[in-house]
C-alpha cells in the first residue's frame, strides 16, 4: 500500500525571483516539456511545504478536536465549518483584502477614466485636450491590466487555499476511518467515502475562488453607485432595482435551491455508488448467477433517481448563465432610459461609462455574487455530510488493553534492549464478560465468558456456525465492546491473523512485512512455519509477485498462510489466530500446526480457532462456544466427553496442497519485471519487485471522436441543429441589441451638433428693453425661421428618442428569451450524452471479461463511476455552456469593433493569431496534467477502499500512523498535479490578459491618432467599453475553453470503458426446459486466462453421467476452479462442454449460467434484503423462499425476509453466509449444481449440513464438486482428480483406492491411520450402494 511514486524534483516555485513569480515565467519550461513531449507522473516535483497533507491534517485535527470540545462544553453540535474556518481564516482573509483592492478601489477607476476618453471625441479639439486624451487612455490601459494580473493571482491564491482545505479535510476523513469503530462502519459505506473524497470535498476547491466577493459586492455595489449617481442622478434607483430584483430574489433563491438539491444528488450518488462497489467486489459471483440484470435494474433505478434532481441544477445552471448575458444589457437599459424619461440629456460618455459601470456590478452582483451563494450552499452540504461521517462511532481505545508492539523501523538499540527487559505480561483474564455488537441488542453476542490463560499456553477455540468464536477474539482485541465484566490483557502485546485475509496490492513481502523492517532470520523462519517456502519457489519472483487487489493472484490458500505469515511476523505476547486453518488442505494444516503454533510461536499465548478439532489435541485448554456462551472448556479428553464435542468431531482430513507451478494468470494484476531464479534460499531480496498493471491513460489531445461520441449520445442532428441555430441566433439579437444602442448614440451626437451648428448665431441683448437679436450665419439661413428651426430639431431628438427606445426593449427581450432557451436547451442536450454514456459505460462493465476486473483494482473502475461522471454531469455542461456563451460574446465584440472601425481587423488577426498558438501550447500541457492528476487520484480511492476491508486487522498489527502517512504521501502525489493545473491555468489568463489589453490599448491608440475630427463619440465608446469587457472574458472564456478541453479527459476515460472487451455473449436459445438430465461431457477442453499465456487446462475429456456426484480434487494450482471457469465461460476456452449434448458455447451466456447452480468458494451477500439476496429477480413467492431456508435449517436465525444483510453480510457468521448460498441454489431447482470449495470456511457440522441437504434435495441432480474435504466426496459417484491442468486419474473413490501407486490413494494415505480407514470404509460402503442402484 506504500506509495509507488517518489518525486524528487523541488517545486521551482520555492526558487524563482520575483518577476517569475509576477508573470508566473517559471511554468514556461513546464509549458515546453508538456507541448513537446507530454507529461507524465515522473515529471511532478514536489508539493511545497504548506501543501503537505499531514501538516495540514494535523492543523485541521486539532481544530476539530478543539470544535468538538468546545461544543460538549456549551451543549451544541459540533460545526465542521469552524473548523475550517479556525485553520484558514487568515491566508484567506488575506487574500479577501487583496481581491478588495481589486474590485473596490482600481476596477471602478477603469470606466471613470474611459469616459473622459471618450468626452475628448465629443468635445472641442485642443492640444490641450489632445494631450489630457493620451493620459486618460495610458492610465485606462494600465488600470485594466493592473486589475486583470492582480485578480488572477488572487484566484491562485485563493485556489491554493481551497486545494488544503480539501486536502486536510481528506487526511481527516481517513484518520476517521483508521478510528471507526463496529456501529460506524455499519453506517457507512467504501463507496460514500469515496463519494466524499471525490465530489464532496470537491466543492471547497469551488467555493474558496468564490466566498470573499459575499462581502466585496455590496461594497462595491455601494461605490459604483455613487460614480453612476453623478452621471445619471435618480435613474441610478431604477439600475439598482434591476441589480436587487436580479440578484437578491431570483439568484439567492436560486443558489438555495441548488443547495438543497445538491445535497438530495449527494446522497442519490453515495447510494450508486456504494452498489458499483459491491458490484465489483462480488463481480464473478455476480456474473455465475446471471445476476448481471437485476444489478443494471437496481443501478438503472438509482441513476435515474439520482439524474433527476441533477436535471433540476442543470436548468437552474442554465437559467443563472443566461442571466448573466442578459443582466448587463437589461441593467443597463433600465439606467438609460429611465435617465432619458426623467428629462437627462444622455450621450456616448454617459452611456459607454454605464456599460462599464454596469458591467462590473453585473459581474460582481450577478455572476461572481451568485455563485458565491451557490458553492457556499453546495459547500454547506459538504460540510453537512462531513460532519456526520466524523461523528460516528469510534473505536473504543479504552476496550483496548494491548501494549502496541514497537514498530518503528528507527528504533534506538537502547529501545530495543528496554523492551527485552520490559516485565513479562500476566495472564491473559476474562470474567464475566457479556458482549455486544449491537447496543440495542435484546441478545449479546457474547454472555457470560470467563477465561483465564497464563502466559504461553496453546488454546483452541471451536464451536458451531455463529456460536460466537470470532467474536471472542474480537473482544480480546477490544473492537468488541463489553458492557458487563472486565477483560485484562495482563499488559501483553497482541498480534492476529483475521479469518478472512485481508492482502493488499502489493508484492508478497510487503503484504507479510506491513511496515515493519525487514529481518532475514525472522523471515525466514516465519516463510518456512507458514509452508510459504515452495511456494516462493515456483513464482518466478519469488516474494516480489506481485498481489493483485484483495489477493487475486494467489489460491485461499496461500491467501491464508500470507494472513498468518504476517501475525507470526510481528513480535507479540499473544497471537490470535481465527480460522486461518480452514482454507488449507491437511497436510499443510498439520504443518502449520506442527512448525508454527506448537513451534515458532511455542513460547507464546496462542489462541486458535478452528473446526478441525484433530488440530487441538496438543492443546492447552479447549473452549467450546455455543450460543455466544461458553459450553464446556477444559483439556482436550475432558472437552472430548461433551455431548456438542462429539456433535462437532469430524475424523476427516485432507490431502496436502502444495505450491501452484504456474500462477492463476486470469488473475495476475502484475507486469512482471524479471522471471530468473537466484536459486539461493534465503535469497528473498535478490529480485525486483513486480509492479501493479498501470492505468490506461489517453496522450496528446483528446481526439475528435471523443467529442463527437459525447455530443452524438445526448442529440440527434435535428436536435443539434436546432441547438446551434438557437445558440446563433441568440447572439445575433444580443449584438443586434449592442449596435442599435450605438446607433442611438451617434444619432443623439449627430442631432445635438446639428442644433449646435443651427444655433451658432450672435446674441445680443438690449439692457433697456431686454429684447434679443439674433445674427443669422449665411450658411445655414433659409427661408425658416432659425428659433422654429431650432425647435424642430429638439422635437426630432425627442421623437427619436423614443423610436430608439422600442426597439431597443424588443431587442432586449429578444435577448433575455433566447439566451434562457439556448441555455436550458444545451443544458438538457448535455445531460442526455451524460445519462446515456452511464448506461453505455455500466453495460459495459457488466458484460466485460473477467480478466479487465482481474487487472484493474476497484478504485480504479470506481474513480470513473465517482469522480469523472461527477465532472460529466454537473461540471462539463456548466463550463461548455459557459464558454459556448462567452465566444460568442467575444465573436459579436470583434465584429462590432470591426464594423466602427475596420482598421482593427488586422489588429484582431494578429491578437487572435497569439492567442491561437498560446492557447495550442497551454493545452497540450493542460490535457497531460489533468490525465496525470486522474491518474494520482486513484491510488488514493484505492487506498481509502483497502484500509476500510481489512480495518481489524490494521489496527491489530498498529498500522494506523504508517497507514495514514502512506495516505498523505498519495495525497501529496495528487496536491502536485493538481498544483501544477492551477498554475498552468494562472500563467495562461495572466499572458492572455496582457495580449487582450494589448488590443484594447491599439484600439485606444487608432482611435485616437487616426482621428481626423469625424470620429464619433459613440463608435468609440462601443469599442472601447466592450473592448475592456474583451479583456475579463478572453480570459475567462478561454479559461473555460481550456477547462473544458481538460475536462473532457473525464469523458475520454468513461469512453474508455464504453469499449472493453466482452464476453462473447450471444447465442442460440437453450432447448425448452434443458438441461433435463444435466449430462455433462468436457471434450479437448482447454483454458487459457491469456492468449500468450499457457494453457491452464490442458485438452481434458471426461464424460459426467446424468445424477453423478463427481467431487474433483487436486493440489493447489491443479485446474480445479479453472474447471469452473471453463464450466461457466468466464474464460474463452479451446474445445467443447457439452450438457445433455448441447455444446455450452452456442448457448446464449446469460441462459448458460442461469441453468447452472453455484455455491462459491468466499458466499457473497449484498447490502439489501434478504429477500433480495436470495431472489433478485423476484421470481419466487415468500413461501418459497422460507421453503429454502427452512430446507438449510436457517429458518430459524432470520426473523423476517425484509431483514437488511450489512455489506458483505457482516452481520452473518461466515458459516451462515454460506448457507444462504446454498439456499439460493435450493430455490433455483437447476439440475446442475457446483460447489467451489463451498465448505472450506465452515465447522464440520455445517458441512454436514450441506451434505445432507444437497442428498436430499439434490438427488436428481449432477453435481460437482471442488473438494476441500476428501470425506466430502468419498461417497461420490466418480472422483475426479487433477495435477497441472490435467486429469490424471478419475473413478469411483473406492476403486481408486485400490491402486496403492495411485494419486487418489497417496492423498488418503496423508491423513493418518485411522481416518484413513473411515474414508475407505465410507467409500466401500457408498460403492456398494452405487452397484445397487445401477443393479436396480
Same mark, same amino acid.
Given at each position: 500500500?506504500?506509495?509507488?511514486?517518489?518525486?524528487?524534483?523541488?517545486?521551482?516555485?520555492?526558487?524563482?525571483?520575483?518577476?517569475?513569480?509576477?508573470?508566473?515565467?517559471?511554468?514556461?519550461?513546464?509549458?515546453?516539456?508538456?507541448?513537446?513531449?507530454?507529461?507524465?507522473?515522473?515529471?511532478?516535483?514536489?508539493?511545497?511545504?504548506?501543501?503537505?497533507?499531514?501538516?495540514?491534517?494535523?492543523?485541521?485535527?486539532?481544530?476539530?478536536?478543539?470544535?468538538?470540545?468546545?461544543?460538549?462544553?456549551?451543549?451544541?453540535?459540533?460545526?465542521?465549518?469552524?473548523?475550517?474556518?479556525?485553520?484558514?481564516?487568515?491566508?484567506?482573509?488575506?487574500?479577501?483584502?487583496?481581491?478588495?483592492?481589486?474590485?473596490?478601489?482600481?476596477?471602478?477607476?477603469?470606466?471613470?477614466?474611459?469616459?473622459?476618453?471618450?468626452?475628448?471625441?465629443?468635445?472641442?479639439?485642443?492640444?490641450?485636450?489632445?494631450?489630457?486624451?493620451?493620459?486618460?487612455?495610458?492610465?485606462?490601459?494600465?488600470?485594466?491590466?493592473?486589475?486583470?494580473?492582480?485578480?488572477?493571482?488572487?484566484?491562485?491564491?485563493?485556489?491554493?487555499?481551497?486545494?488544503?482545505?480539501?486536502?486536510?479535510?481528506?487526511?481527516?476523513?481517513?484518520?476517521?476511518?483508521?478510528?471507526?469503530?463496529?456501529?460506524?462502519?455499519?453506517?457507512?459505506?467504501?463507496?460514500?467515502?469515496?463519494?466524499? *473524497?471525490?465530489?464532496?470535498?470537491?466543492?471547497?476547491?469551488?467555493?474558496?475562488?468564490?466566498?470573499?466577493?459575499?462581502?466585496?459586492?455590496?461594497?462595491?455595489?455601494?461605490?459604483?453607485?455613487?460614480?453612476?449617481?453623478?452621471?445619471?442622478?435618480?435613474?441610478?434607483?431604477?439600475?439598482?432595482?434591476?441589480?436587487?430584483?436580479?440578484?437578491?430574489?431570483?439568484?439567492?433563491?436560486?443558489?438555495?435551491? @441548488?443547495?438543497?438539491?445538491?445535497?438530495?444528488?449527494?446522497?442519490?450518488?453515495?447510494?450508486?455508488?456504494?452498489?458499483?462497489?459491491?458490484?465489483?467486489?462480488?463481480?464473478?459471483?455476480?456474473?455465475?448467477?446471471?445476476?448481471?440484470?437485476?444489478?443494471?435494474?437496481?443501478?438503472?433505478?438509482?441513476?435515474?433517481?439520482?439524474?433527476?434532481?441533477?436535471?433540476? =441544477?442543470?436548468?437552474?445552471?442554465?437559467?443563472?448563465?443566461?442571466?448573466?448575458?442578459?443582466?448587463?444589457?437589461?441593467?443597463?437599459?433600465?439606467?438609460?432610459?429611465?435617465?432619458?424619461?426623467?428629462?437627462?440629456?444622455?450621450?456616448?460618455?454617459?452611456? %459607454?461609462?454605464?456599460?462599464?459601470?454596469?458591467?462590473?456590478?453585473?459581474? $460582481?452582483?450577478?455572476?461572481?455574487?451568485?455563485?458565491?451563494?451557490?458553492?457556499?450552499?453546495?459547500?454547506?452540504?459538504?460540510?453537512?455530510?462531513?460532519?456526520?461521517?466524523?461523528?460516528?462511532?469510534?473505536?473504543?481505545?479504552?476496550?483496548?488493553?494491548?501494549?502496541?508492539?514497537?514498530?518503528?523501523?528507527?528504533?534506538?538499540?537502547?529501545?530495543?534492549?528496554?523492551?527485552?527487559? +520490559?516485565?513479562?505480561?500476566?495472564?491473559?483474564?476474562?470474567?464475566?464478560?457479556?458482549?455486544?455488537?449491537?447496543?440495542?441488542?435484546?441478545?449479546? =453476542?457474547?454472555?457470560?465468558?470467563?477465561?483465564?490463560?497464563?502466559?504461553?499456553?496453546?488454546?483452541?477455540?471451536?464451536?458451531?456456525?455463529?456460536?460466537?468464536?470470532?467474536?471472542?477474539?474480537?473482544?480480546?482485541?477490544?473492537?468488541?465492546?463489553?458492557?458487563?465484566?472486565?477483560?485484562?490483557?495482563?499488559?501483553?502485546?497482541?498480534?492476529?491473523?483475521?479469518?478472512?485475509?485481508?492482502?493488499?496490492?502489493?508484492?508478497?513481502?510487503?503484504?507479510?512485512?506491513?511496515?515493519?523492517?525487514?529481518?532475514?532470520?525472522?523471515?525466514?523462519?516465519?516463510?518456512?512455519?507458514?509452508?510459504?517456502?515452495?511456494?516462493?519457489?515456483?513464482?518466478?519472483?519469488?516474494?516480489?509477485?506481485?498481489?493483485?487487489?484483495?489477493?487475486?493472484?494467489?489460491?485461499?490458500?496461500?491467501?491464508?498462510?500470507?494472513?498468518?505469515?504476517?501475525?507470526?511476523?510481528?513480535?507479540?505476547?499473544?497471537?490470535?489466530?481465527?480460522?486461518?486453518?480452514?482454507?488449507?488442505?491437511?497436510?499443510?494444516?498439520?504443518?502449520?500446526?506442527?512448525?508454527?503454533?506448537?513451534?515458532?510461536?511455542?513460547?507464546?499465548?496462542?489462541?486458535?480457532?478452528?473446526?478441525?478439532?484433530?488440530?487441538?489435541?496438543?492443546?492447552?485448554?479447549?473452549?467450546?462456544?455455543?450460543?455466544?456462551?461458553?459450553?464446556?472448556?477444559?483439556?482436550?479428553?475432558?472437552?472430548?466427553?461433551?455431548?456438542?464435542?462429539?456433535?462437532? *468431531?469430524?475424523?476427516?482430513?485432507?490431502?496436502? @496442497?502444495?505450491?501452484?507451478?504456474?500462477?492463476?494468470?486470469?488473475?495476475?494484476?502484475?507486469?512482471?519485471?524479471?522471471?530468473?531464479?537466484?536459486?539461493?534460499?534465503?535469497?528473498?531480496?535478490?529480485?525486483?519487485?513486480?509492479?501493479?498493471?498501470?492505468?490506461?491513460?489517453?496522450?496528446?489531445?483528446?481526439?475528435?471522436?471523443?467529442?463527437?461520441?459525447?455530443?452524438?449520445?445526448?442529440?440527434?442532428?435535428?436536435?443539434?441543429?436546432?441547438?446551434?441555430?438557437?445558440?446563433?441566433?441568440?447572439?445575433?439579437?444580443?449584438?443586434?441589441?449592442?449596435?442599435?444602442?450605438?446607433?442611438?448614440?451617434?444619432?443623439?451626437?449627430?442631432?445635438?451638433?446639428?442644433?449646435?451648428?443651427?444655433?451658432?448665431?450672435?446674441?445680443?441683448?438690449?439692457?433697456?428693453?431686454?429684447?434679443?437679436?439674433?445674427?443669422?450665419?449665411?450658411?445655414?439661413?433659409?427661408?425658416?425661421?432659425?428659433?422654429?428651426?431650432?425647435?424642430?430639431?429638439?422635437?426630432?431628438?425627442?421623437?427619436?428618442?423614443?423610436?430608439?427606445?422600442?426597439?431597443?426593449?424588443?431587442?432586449?427581450?429578444?435577448?433575455?428569451?433566447?439566451?434562457?432557451?439556448?441555455?436550458?436547451?444545451?443544458?438538457?442536450?448535455?445531460?442526455?450524452?451524460?445519462? +446515456?454514456?452511464?448506461?453505455?459505460?455500466?453495460?459495459?462493465?457488466?458484460?466485460?471479461?473477467?480478466?479487465?476486473?482481474?487487472?484493474?483494482?476497484?478504485?480504479?473502475?470506481?474513480?470513473?463511476?465517482?469522480?469523472?461522471?461527477?465532472?460529466?454531469?454537473?461540471?462539463?455542461?456548466?463550463?461548455?455552456?459557459?464558454?459556448?456563451?462567452?465566444?460568442?460574446?467575444?465573436?459579436?465584440?470583434?465584429?462590432?469593433?470591426?464594423?466602427?472601425?475596420?482598421? *482593427?481587423?488586422?489588429?484582431?488577426?494578429?491578437?487572435?493569431?497569439?492567442?491561437?498558438?498560446?492557447?495550442?501550447?497551454?493545452?497540450?500541457?493542460?490535457?497531460?496534467?489533468?490525465?496525470?492528476?486522474?491518474?494520482?487520484?486513484?491510488?488514493?480511492?484505492?487506498?481509502?477502499?483497502?484500509?476500510?476491508?481489512?480495518?481489524?486487522?490494521?489496527?491489530?498489527?498498529?498500522?494506523?500512523?504508517?497507514?495514514?502517512?502512506?495516505?498523505?504521501?498519495?495525497?501529496?502525489?495528487?496536491?502536485?498535479?493538481?498544483?501544477?493545473?492551477?498554475?498552468?491555468?494562472?500563467?495562461?489568463?495572466?499572458?492572455?490578459?496582457?495580449?487582450?489589453?494589448?488590443?484594447?490599448?491599439?484600439?485606444?491608440?487608432?482611435?485616437?491618432?487616426?482621428?481626423?475630427?469625424?470620429?464619433?463619440?459613440?463608435?468609440?465608446?462601443?469599442?472601447?467599453?466592450?473592448?475592456?469587457?474583451?479583456?475579463?472574458?478572453?480570459?475567462?472564456?478561454?479559461?473555460?475553453?481550456?477547462?473544458?478541453?481538460?475536462?473532457?479527459?473525464?469523458?475520454?476515460?468513461?469512453?474508455?470503458?464504453?469499449?472493453?472487451?466482452?464476453?462473447?455473449?450471444?447465442?442460440?436459445?437453450?432447448?425448452?426446459?434443458?438441461?433435463?438430465?444435466? +449430462?455433462?461431457?468436457?471434450?479437448?477442453?482447454?483454458?487459457?486466462? #491469456?492468449?500468450?499465456?499457457?494453457?491452464?487446462?490442458?485438452?481434458?475429456?471426461?464424460?459426467?453421467?446424468?445424477?453423478?456426484?463427481?467431487?474433483?480434487?487436486?493440489?493447489?494450482?491443479?485446474?480445479?476452479?479453472?474447471?469452473?471457469?471453463?464450466?461457466?465461460?468466464?474464460?474463452?476456452?479451446?474445445?467443447?462442454?457439452?450438457?445433455?449434448?448441447?455444446?455450452?458455447?452456442?448457448?446464449?451466456?446469460?441462459?448458460?449460467?442461469?441453468?447452472?447452480?453455484?455455491?462459491?468458494?468466499?458466499?457473497?451477500?449484498?447490502?439489501?434484503?434478504?429477500?433480495?439476496?436470495?431472489?433478485?429477480?423476484?421470481?419466487?413467492?415468500?413461501?418459497?423462499?422460507?421453503?429454502?431456508?427452512?430446507?438449510?435449517?436457517?429458518?430459524?436465525?432470520?426473523?423476517?425476509?425484509?431483514?437488511?444483510?450489512?455489506?458483505?453480510?457482516?452481520?452473518?457468521?461466515?458459516?451462515?453466509?454460506?448457507?444462504?448460498?446454498?439456499?439460493?441454489?435450493?430455490?433455483?431447482?437447476?439440475?446442475?449444481?457446483?460447489?467451489?470449495?463451498?465448505?472450506?470456511?465452515?465447522?464440520?457440522?455445517?458441512?454436514?449440513?450441506?451434505?445432507?441437504?444437497?442428498?436430499?434435495? %439434490?438427488?436428481?441432480?449432477?453435481?460437482?464438486?471442488?473438494?476441500?474435504? $476428501?470425506?466430502?466426496?468419498?461417497?461420490? #459417484?466418480?472422483?475426479?482428480?487433477?495435477?497441472?491442468?490435467?486429469?490424471?486419474?478419475?473413478?469411483?473413490?473406492?476403486?481408486?483406492?485400490?491402486?496403492?501407486?495411485?494419486?487418489?490413494?497417496?492423498?488418503?494415505?496423508?491423513?493418518?491411520?485411522?481416518?484413513?480407514?473411515?474414508?475407505?470404509?465410507?467409500?466401500?460402503?457408498?460403492?456398494?450402494?452405487?452397484?445397487?442402484?445401477?443393479?436396480?
Amino acid at each position: 500500500m506504500d506509495c509507488k511514486v517518489v518525486l524528487k524534483e523541488e517545486n521551482p516555485h520555492d526558487k524563482a525571483n520575483l518577476l517569475s513569480k509576477i508573470f508566473l515565467t517559471w511554468s514556461f519550461s513546464l509549458f515546453r516539456r508538456g507541448y513537446k513531449k507530454g507529461l507524465t507522473v515522473d515529471d511532478l516535483c514536489k508539493a511545497r511545504d504548506g501543501d503537505h497533507s499531514g501538516r495540514l491534517g494535523d492543523r485541521l485535527e486539532q481544530a476539530w478536536e478543539h470544535e468538538i470540545q468546545r461544543a460538549k462544553g456549551k451543549g451544541y453540535s459540533p460545526s465542521f465549518s469552524r473548523a475550517i474556518v479556525r485553520s484558514f481564516w487568515l491566508e484567506y482573509m488575506i487574500d479577501g483584502l487583496f481581491l478588495g483592492i481589486v474590485y473596490i478601489v482600481l476596477r471602478p477607476l477603469v470606466p471613470f477614466t474611459l469616459s473622459l476618453f471618450i468626452s475628448y471625441f465629443s468635445e472641442e479639439k485642443t492640444p490641450e485636450a489632445y494631450l489630457w486624451a493620451h493620459v486618460y487612455n495610458f492610465l485606462m490601459n494600465f488600470l485594466s491590466i493592473l486589475t486583470s494580473i492582480m485578480a488572477t493571482h488572487s484566484g491562485l491564491s485563493q485556489g491554493c487555499v481551497g486545494m488544503r482545505v480539501r486536502i486536510a479535510s481528506c487526511s481527516l476523513l481517513y484518520r476517521k476511518i483508521l478510528r471507526l469503530g463496529r456501529s460506524g462502519l455499519t453506517k457507512t459505506q467504501p463507496g460514500q467515502v469515496i463519494n466524499l *473524497m471525490s465530489n464532496d470535498v470537491n466543492r471547497f476547491d469551488m467555493a474558496a475562488l468564490f466566498l470573499n466577493c459575499l462581502w466585496i459586492t455590496p461594497f462595491v455595489v455601494i461605490v459604483v453607485s455613487y460614480l453612476v449617481w453623478q452621471r445619471i442622478g435618480l435613474a441610478t434607483l431604477a439600475a439598482l432595482g434591476v441589480i436587487f430584483l436580479q440578484t437578491i430574489v431570483v439568484q439567492v433563491y436560486l443558489s438555495n435551491l @441548488q443547495g438543497t438539491l445538491r445535497g438530495k444528488i449527494a446522497k442519490r450518488t453515495d447510494e450508486r455508488v456504494r452498489v458499483m462497489n459491491e458490484l465489483l467486489s462480488g463481480v464473478q459471483v455476480i456474473k455465475m448467477y446471471a445476476w448481471e440484470k437485476p444489478f443494471e435494474k437496481l443501478v438503472d433505478k438509482l441513476r435515474k433517481l439520482e439524474v433527476s434532481y441533477i436535471l433540476k =441544477t442543470s436548468i437552474i445552471k442554465g437559467f443563472s448563465t443566461a442571466l448573466s448575458v442578459f443582466s448587463e444589457r437589461f441593467i443597463l437599459f433600465a439606467g438609460v432610459v429611465t435617465y432619458v424619461l426623467i428629462g437627462g440629456d444622455i450621450t456616448s460618455d454617459i452611456t %459607454f461609462s454605464l456599460v462599464q459601470y454596469f458591467n462590473l456590478l453585473q459581474l $460582481l452582483s450577478n455572476i461572481l455574487f451568485p455563485l458565491a451563494l451557490s458553492f457556499l450552499a453546495e459547500a454547506n452540504v459538504s460540510v453537512r455530510r462531513i460532519e456526520e461521517f466524523l461523528l460516528l462511532d469510534e473505536f473504543d481505545v479504552s476496550n483496548d488493553k494491548r501494549i502496541k508492539p514497537q514498530n518503528d523501523t528507527n528504533v534506538t538499540e537502547k529501545e530495543k534492549i528496554d523492551e527485552k527487559e +520490559r516485565s513479562k505480561p500476566s495472564a491473559l483474564i476474562l470474567s464475566g464478560v457479556h458482549a455486544s455488537w449491537r447496543p440495542d441488542s435484546a441478545m449479546p =453476542t457474547l454472555r457470560n465468558i470467563d477465561i483465564t490463560v497464563p502466559p504461553g499456553e496453546f488454546i483452541g477455540v471451536a464451536g458451531l456456525v455463529g456460536s460466537g468464536k470470532s467474536s471472542l477474539l474480537q473482544l480480546i482485541l477490544g473492537e468488541l465492546p463489553h458492557s458487563q465484566g472486565t477483560v485484562s490483557l495482563g499488559g501483553a502485546r497482541v498480534s492476529y491473523a483475521s479469518q478472512e485475509p485481508w492482502l493488499f496490492v502489493a508484492t508478497v513481502r510487503q503484504n507479510i512485512l506491513f511496515g515493519l523492517p525487514y529481518d532475514p532470520v525472522r523471515y525466514k523462519k516465519v516463510v518456512h512455519a507458514c509452508a510459504l517456502t515452495r511456494d516462493f519457489e515456483q513464482w518466478p519472483a519469488r516474494d516480489s509477485t506481485m498481489v493483485g487487489e484483495h489477493g487475486v493472484s494467489l489460491s485461499g490458500g496461500q491467501r491464508a498462510r500470507i494472513g498468518l505469515a504476517r501475525a507470526c511476523y510481528r513480535q507479540a505476547d499473544i497471537y490470535l489466530l481465527d480460522d486461518p486453518l480452514s482454507a488449507v488442505d491437511t497436510h499443510v494444516g498439520k504443518h502449520l500446526v506442527s512448525e508454527c503454533v506448537m513451534g515458532l510461536l511455542r513460547f507464546s499465548t496462542r489462541i486458535l480457532v478452528t473446526h478441525q478439532l484433530h488440530h487441538l489435541k496438543g492443546a492447552d485448554k479447549l473452549i467450546i462456544l455455543n450460543n455466544g456462551e461458553i459450553q464446556t472448556q477444559g483439556h482436550f479428553e475432558e472437552v472430548s466427553r461433551s455431548p456438542l464435542f462429539a456433535e462437532l *468431531m469430524d475424523e476427516e482430513e485432507e490431502p496436502d @496442497q502444495a505450491p501452484r507451478k504456474y500462477l492463476r494468470q486470469r488473475t495476475m494484476s502484475i507486469q512482471s519485471h524479471t522471471s530468473t531464479i537466484t536459486g539461493a534460499e534465503g535469497g528473498f531480496d535478490t529480485l525486483e519487485d513486480e509492479t501493479e498493471e498501470e492505468e490506461v491513460t489517453g496522450t496528446g489531445r483528446v481526439t475528435a471522436a471523443v467529442y463527437k461520441q459525447y455530443f452524438r449520445a445526448g442529440s440527434g442532428w435535428c436536435l443539434m441543429l436546432t441547438t446551434i441555430a438557437g445558440i446563433i441566433l441568440a447572439q445575433l439579437v444580443t449584438s443586434f441589441s449592442d449596435l442599435w444602442l450605438t446607433y442611438w448614440m451617434n444619432n443623439v451626437e449627430a442631432g445635438t451638433k446639428k442644433f449646435q451648428m443651427s444655433e451658432n448665431f450672435t446674441e445680443t441683448s438690449d439692457n433697456t428693453t431686454g429684447v434679443m437679436n439674433f445674427t443669422v450665419n449665411p450658411m445655414t439661413a433659409d427661408n425658416s425661421s432659425i428659433l422654429e428651426e431650432g425647435v424642430l430639431s429638439l422635437i426630432v431628438i425627442n421623437i427619436h428618442h423614443y423610436f430608439f427606445i422600442y426597439i431597443w426593449a424588443i431587442a432586449i427581450l429578444g435577448c433575455i428569451l433566447l439566451t434562457t432557451a439556448r441555455s436550458v436547451l444545451f443544458m438538457w442536450m448535455c445531460m442526455r450524452s451524460s445519462i +446515456r454514456l452511464h448506461n453505455q459505460m455500466f453495460s459495459n462493465i457488466l458484460a466485460a471479461t473477467m480478466r479487465f476486473f482481474d487487472t484493474n483494482p476497484s478504485g480504479r473502475i470506481l474513480n470513473r463511476f465517482s469522480k469523472d461522471m461527477g465532472i460529466v454531469d454537473e461540471i462539463l455542461p456548466r463550463m461548455y455552456l459557459d464558454s459556448i456563451q462567452i465566444f460568442m460574446v467575444m465573436f459579436g465584440i470583434l465584429v462590432m469593433v470591426a464594423i466602427v472601425s475596420p482598421y *482593427m481587423i488586422i489588429t484582431t488577426l494578429v491578437c487572435a493569431v497569439f492567442m491561437y498558438l498560446w492557447t495550442t501550447v497551454y493545452l497540450s500541457t493542460a490535457q497531460a496534467i489533468k490525465r496525470v492528476e486522474g491518474v494520482t487520484r486513484s491510488p488514493v480511492f484505492s487506498h481509502v477502499s483497502a484500509t476500510m476491508a481489512g480495518l481489524g486487522t490494521v489496527r491489530a498489527c498498529d498500522a494506523q500512523e504508517m497507514l495514514r502517512k502512506q495516505f498523505d504521501d498519495k495525497q501529496d502525489i495528487h496536491t502536485a498535479a493538481w498544483y501544477l493545473t492551477l498554475v498552468t491555468n494562472t500563467a495562461f489568463l495572466i499572458w492572455l490578459s496582457i495580449i487582450s489589453a494589448g488590443y484594447v490599448a491599439i484600439v485606444a491608440y487608432v482611435f485616437l491618432i487616426l482621428d481626423d475630427g469625424s470620429t464619433k463619440s459613440g463608435n468609440v465608446g462601443l469599442a472601447l467599453s466592450q473592448g475592456l469587457i474583451l479583456v475579463t472574458m478572453v480570459q475567462y472564456g478561454l479559461k473555460q475553453a481550456t477547462e473544458v478541453i481538460s475536462q473532457m479527459t473525464s469523458v475520454e476515460r468513461v469512453v474508455q470503458f464504453t469499449s472493453l472487451p466482452r464476453e462473447e455473449s450471444q447465442g442460440q436459445a437453450p432447448p425448452a426446459g434443458w438441461p433435463q438430465r444435466a +449430462r455433462l461431457v468436457f471434450k479437448d477442453l482447454t483454458l487459457r486466462y #491469456d492468449k500468450d499465456s499457457d494453457p491452464v487446462l490442458k485438452k481434458l475429456n471426461i464424460e459426467i453421467e446424468s445424477g453423478w456426484k463427481v467431487g474433483v480434487v487436486g493440489r493447489t494450482g491443479a485446474g480445479k476452479s479453472s474447471l469452473i471457469s471453463a464450466l461457466f465461460r468466464l474464460a474463452p476456452i479451446e474445445g467443447h462442454v457439452y450438457i445433455d449434448d448441447v455444446d455450452s458455447g452456442s448457448i446464449d451466456l446469460k441462459a448458460l449460467r442461469s441453468n447452472i447452480s453455484i455455491i462459491p468458494q468466499e458466499p457473497v451477500l449484498f447490502s439489501a434484503s434478504l429477500r433480495y439476496n436470495l431472489d433478485p429477480f423476484d421470481r419466487y413467492t415468500d413461501a418459497d423462499i422460507w421453503a429454502a431456508l427452512e430446507q438449510v435449517e436457517l429458518k430459524k436465525s432470520v426473523s423476517s425476509l425484509s431483514q437488511v444483510v450489512e455489506s458483505g453480510g457482516s452481520n452473518f457468521s461466515a458459516g451462515e453466509r454460506q448457507l444462504l448460498c446454498l439456499a439460493r441454489a435450493a430455490l433455483a431447482r437447476n439440475k446442475l449444481l457446483v460447489l467451489d470449495e463451498a465448505t472450506a470456511n465452515v465447522d464440520p457440522n455445517t458441512d454436514t449440513l450441506i451434505q445432507k441437504s444437497i442428498r436430499n434435495y %439434490f438427488a436428481n441432480c449432477t453435481v460437482l464438486t471442488v473438494a476441500h474435504r $476428501l470425506h466430502t466426496v468419498a461417497d461420490s #459417484d466418480r472422483v475426479v482428480v487433477m495435477e497441472a491442468g490435467e486429469i490424471v486419474e478419475c473413478g469411483h473413490p473406492h476403486e481408486l483406492l485400490q491402486h496403492d501407486e495411485g494419486h487418489f490413494t497417496r492423498m488418503v494415505k496423508q491423513l493418518g491411520a485411522a481416518a484413513e480407514q473411515s474414508l475407505r470404509d465410507f467409500a466401500a460402503s457408498a460403492h456398494a450402494k452405487h452397484n445397487q442402484k445401477q443393479s436396480a
